[in-house]
């Protein structure tokens, strides 16, 4: 036995030092799910903090490559993917550029031009057909706005990296969508003093054929100190291959929990909550990060949202029914699932973070959303000398009958 070294109280020297445990707990979160495949970004304490790039299990950009973003300065929303999975663009920490990384490519591609980490870009959403992101845009130029940051609502050309502004004269931004036409950009803006839980507005912008402004953005949601928070603003699937008949959903605290409402029409003259019944729980979650995504669109035009409740210690999925209302649980050996899910409805590959009381946070996927168990895909490795972590995650039973439109 070593000899005792007697220590003022809180000074005794530990083995146990904040390094070892923390240098292989993964941080891993941003999960996307696009043509079978299942991306998300990795936080690697051993690399100095480094947040990697990951699909399917294999690193899609190589060290020293740091996707993470300083829009707001919580990061979120650094992340974003084709629908093909053939190309990913991201905000690289070292110059705050966006980068576009194509499936065959050695190195990535810068895309917007550099401002020495002046201009920070977040929260996108790609319009395929004009092959423009949509997202929003931080700038911290000198004189941008009396020695303080810009946040706007930018279009950037994808490939070119040309930028017009689509949104300003707010103090924050976030979630830009644009609707599956192309003819719509829904998102949320807020102001000083409010947090993005406080009060915050919700805006559909019409474009022009370019992707620009088309006249005054219109208000659907929130605003004139309300004391209404408005959050993940999200296009339901289009009745046609053109997206036409596609209506806007958001999350709103309006009722004191946050709720999933429905837009109605014409925009700007009301909502209706989906779930008809008042219900205490909360569908959404502080927006303390960009890119928050708890609802999901299945193909068949349900909802799977993750959802939480006062007096429960954990969270749950749900599938919801927008016409109806009707609600039912999807049982998961999950205690606690993220804020940030992931639907490819196309190839029905659903994608989240879970833990349970039992196990760590995983990276879990589901394919073709009718299994019966769920597969682990990226599980926090190191985390399993100290936990039981099962590579194949326990049974997952999906209910036979689903809520009726």
């Known amino acids: ?144 706005s009396g020695g303080g940051a810009v946040n706007e609502i930018v279009a950037v050309g994808a490939e070119s990296g040309d930028v017009s502004v689509v949104a300003s004269g707010e103090d924050f931004y976030a979630a830009p969508r644009v609707s599956p036409c192309g003819t719509k950009l829904a998102y949320i803006s807020w102001r000083f003093p409010n947090m993005p839980w406080d009060d915050t507005t919700l805006w559909v912008q019409l474009l022009d054929a370019d992707g620009g402004a088309a006249g005054a953005a219109i208000k659907v949601a929130g605003g004139d100190g309300a004391d209404v928070a408005v959050l993940q603003p999200l296009w339901s699937p289009g009745a046609g291959a053109d997206g036409a008949g596609s209506e806007l ?8 929990f946050w709720a999933i409402h429905r837009a109605a029409e014409p925009l700007g003259s009301g909502s209706a909550p989906v779930v008809q019944a008042p219900m205490q729980r909360e569908f959404a979650a502080p927006l303390w990060r960009l890119g ?29 029914c927008p016409t109806t209302g009707a609600i039912q ?7 606690g699932i993220s804020s940030d899910i992931s639907l490819d409805a196309e190839s029905g590959v659903l994608a989240f973070v879970g833990a349970s009381a039992a196990s760590p946070s995983e990276l879990v996927s589901c394919a073709g959303f009718s299994p019966k168990s769920f597969l682990n895909v990226g599980e926090s490795i190191g985390e399993k000398e100290r936990f039981e972590v099962l590579h194949a995650c326990p049974c997952c039973e999906y209910p036979q009958a689903y809520p009726s439109c």
């Open 249 to 256: 959903f958001f999350c709103s605290d309006e009722s004191d």
């Open 1 to 144: 036995m070593s000899a005792r070294t007697a220590a003022p109280a809180g000074a005794w020297r530990s083995r146990v030092t904040s390094k070892l445990v923390t240098v292989k707990a993964l941080m891993l979160g941003a999960p996307v799910a696009r043509a079978g495949s299942v991306w998300w970004v990795e936080g690697r304490p051993a690399e100095g903090g480094r947040q990697a790039i990951v699909r399917d299990g294999v690193d899609v950009v190589g060290a020293p490559w740091n996707a993470r973003t300083r829009v707001h300065e919580y990061g979120g929303g650094e992340l974003l993917v084709s629908a093909d999975g053939a190309s990913c663009w991201f905000s690289s920490f070292a110059d705050q550029r966006l980068y576009r990384m194509r499936h065959d490519d050695a190195e990535p591609t810068a895309v917007t031009a550099d401002s020495g980490g002046a201009a920070r870009f977040a929260d996108g959403a790609l319009d395929e057909a004009r092959r423009l992101i949509f997202c929003v845009r931080e700038d911290h130029s000198a004189g941008a």
């Open 329 to 335: 649980a999807v049982p998961t050996p999950f205690g």
């Open 292 to 320: 928050q995504r708890s609802y999901q669109f299945t193909s068949s035009g349900l909802i799977l949202a993750k959802s939480s409740a006062p007096e429960e210690a954990g969270s749950e999925l749900s599938l919801i």
